[in-house]
């Protein structure tokens, strides 16, 4: 496999993908949605297996649907995905997705199991909505509650209530680099190492409707019972979007899947403990 920027076509609509290291394959598809892919690249990861990245349709590179900013559902970035495995030559891959790239490789495994050498749902969730929603709200104020004392957490919390209005490409970069604190255990502490991320992340506006303007929601409880491929599931102790509490009931839905709790990470482990996390994830995909 070619190191390096590529780019298939489906149905017309052009996708990048980023091939990065050497070993065996992990497919990695990123948050959002309309998160540019370049914040989880893995570099400890690297040496030990070869990361395709996805850039996926409707950001960066890559192309947009007609009906932009609508009609991006799971089952859409699905066929992508599964385009992607044919174009590489992969009968199966390990799948990595996090955040709503997780809900994305879940739902992949389950309408697709014969592809999937397994999974790793990394801040994940079973389900989207006013459930999620409200623990997402008691997360973030505890996350104010233990920075009460930083003078600019009135504009991350401001950030934070600005993504249900967003409705271009600018303002939703905008938002993403004004909630960035929030997405960390520790920002603050560390900011020296995390503010370039907060400075060049990028985003695209994508409104989680679908074509006909119905939004896709999720809820995967009733099948992810019948998952019968090899899951992990990482999250961070901090995370204020799909904290423990989803990473737990992912983890006892799915059958003999693994649990792996981050005790000094938020929204990105691979960033905040990139050691702990490459082994959980290296272990797992080279079935150690």
Known sequence: ?????????????????????????????????????????????????????????????????????HGYTRERYARALLALLDHLGLDTACLLGHSHGGFVVQYFA????????????????????????????????????????????PEVLAALQATGSISDDEEMTGALRGLMPAYFADYWGREAEFAPLRKTVLGTHISGLDAQLVPDTIDDRATLGSLAV???????????ICGPRWAHELHDLIPGSRLVVLERSGHFGHLEEPELFGEAVVDFVTGG
């Open 1 to 69: 496999m070619d190191i390096g920027t590529h780019t298939i076509e489906l149905d017309g609509v052009r996708q990048r993908y980023h091939v990065h290291g050497r070993g065996p394959v992990c497919v990695v598809h990123p948050g959002g949605p309309g998160v540019d892919w370049a914040y989880l690249r893995m570099p400890a990861l690297e040496p030990h297996l070869t990361m395709v990245y996805v850039e996926p349709i409707g950001t960066g590179g890559s192309g947009r649907l007609a009906s932009h900013p």
């Open 110 to 153: 389950v309408h697709h199991p014969d592809r999937v050498a397994g999974v790793v749902l990394y801040d994940s969730a079973p389900v989207t909505g006013p459930e999620h929603g409200a623990e997402a709200q008691r997360n973030v104020a505890e996350f104010a509650h233990r920075n009460a004392d930083r003078p600019d957490l």
């Open 230 to 240: 090899p899951a992990l599931v990482i999250v961070g102790r901090y995370d204020v």
